[in-house]
């Protein structure tokens, strides 16, 4: 019986797994693993080209350069440079337009007083210049070494002489034909001041005189002064912020260095030396001095002086508060002078106002560092 009941179950277990075996079964169909998005190829950005300054275009050199100063203009001039003789001595101050000159000389013209040769390339920015006093032959020198009109009023014998003998035309206060290129000023007629030191004049009127002479600009003329923005570059110099030049026993003229506008204040008579057409005191950006042979007229009663300017001679350049030896030197009355360094390399001068002190050899010049 139990062998029976083994059999039927057997039977049953084969049954099933046969049945097992022919059925079919459906997949399970898997959800797939969402793969990680593809990484974009990173191509890396190039490094940013970093900020270089421009290059600065070389800068254009100006339409025109004025010949006295080196400093940028926008046309040349019409007329002739002008060179006015201005009265110095101390019962005359104050001086009227000395702030507009491009260069001044200043030298002895008798017993120890000076007097000044202010020159002006462009007459047209003179408002008024003066007082104007009498020629000296060695002032005509140095205004034909500028090729500049020669304006005074009267002259010494041989400043007579000179302009005779070279065919110079100079406006003269004392000529007919110049009278009304200057004028007797009332107020300082009513102030007191003698009558030699009344006498002005001004653009307008220079203007007429040189149309009247024909004294057109010239720009094939050579005063052989060179300028630079580094004057002093590579040159060896020594300090000197105050320079103090003794023209006589009379006479000094002070110059003190002022860094920031990198020019010399000028001061006389132990104050200030201000221009009274703007009330400011007069700045320059060159102070030479020359030194020469000066020696008293022989004969001459009104204690005249001879002053050489043809030849050579030593002297001192000063400039950006710094001073160097230079040599001068004037081929004639009618050449410009040149300047050098002690080695013989053209001396340079910074752009600016050149103030000229010409003096004896033995002259006493102080500097201070």
């Not at 005359?92 to 000076?114: M, N, S």
């Not at 408002?127 to 140095?142: E, P």
């Not at 060896?236 to 204040?265: C, M, Q, R, W």
Request: net charge neutral; charged share 20%.
């Amino acid at each position: 019986m139990k062998r029976v009941f083994f059999l039927i179950a057997l039977a049953m277990l084969l049954a099933m797994l046969a049945s097992c075996g022919s059925r079919t079964f459906e997949p399970i169909e898997e959800s797939p693993i969402p793969s990680e998005p593809a990484m974009a190829e990173l191509t890396p950005s190039p490094s940013p080209t970093p900020l270089s300054s421009p290059t600065p275009a070389p800068s254009e050199e100006p339409a025109y350069r004025n010949a006295l100063t080196g400093v940028a203009a926008s046309a040349a001039p019409s007329y002739r440079p002008i060179a006015i003789m201005v009265n110095n001595i101390k019962e005359a101050q104050p001086l009227y337009g000395i702030g507009k000159a491009d260069i001044i000389y200043e030298t002895q013209a008798e017993g120890g007083v000076t007097r000044l040769l202010a020159v002006f390339e462009d007459i047209s920015k003179i408002n008024v210049v003066g007082s104007i006093r009498s020629a000296r032959d060695y002032y005509i020198d140095l205004a034909q070494g500028l090729n500049a009109v020669f304006t005074h009023c009267g002259t010494s014998p041989l400043a007579a002489t000179a302009i005779a003998n070279r065919g110079l035309k100079t406006i003269d206060g004392l000529s007919g034909s110049y009278a009304n290129t200057f004028y007797r000023d009332k107020g300082r007629k009513a102030a007191g001041y003698a009558y030699e030191h009344q006498l002005f004049t001004d653009a307008e009127r220079l203007v007429a005189a040189e149309e009247k002479l024909g004294a057109v600009y010239n720009d094939k003329f050579d005063n052989t002064l060179k300028f630079s923005d580094t004057p002093l570059q590579g040159v060896k110099t020594t300090p000197a912020t105050s320079i103090n030049v003794k023209h006589s026993g009379y006479k000094s003229t002070l110059f003190e260095y002022d860094s920031a506008s990198g020019t010399y204040a000028v001061s006389q008579f132990k104050k200030a030396m201000n221009d009274a057409d703007t009330g400011e005191q007069l700045a320059v950006s060159n102070v030479l001095v020359l030194k020469t042979a000066i020696s008293n007229i022989k004969g001459d009663t009104s204690g005249r002086v001879s002053v050489r300017l043809t030849g050579s001679g030593d002297g001192m350049f000063y400039c950006e508060g710094k001073a160097v030896a230079v040599k001068w030197s004037k081929k004639d009355a009618g050449s410009p002078f040149n300047y050098t360094l002690s080695d013989g390399m053209p001396l340079m001068l910074a752009r600016g106002v050149t103030y000229i002190n010409i003096v004896a050899s033995d002259a006493v010049v102080s500097v201070d560092e």
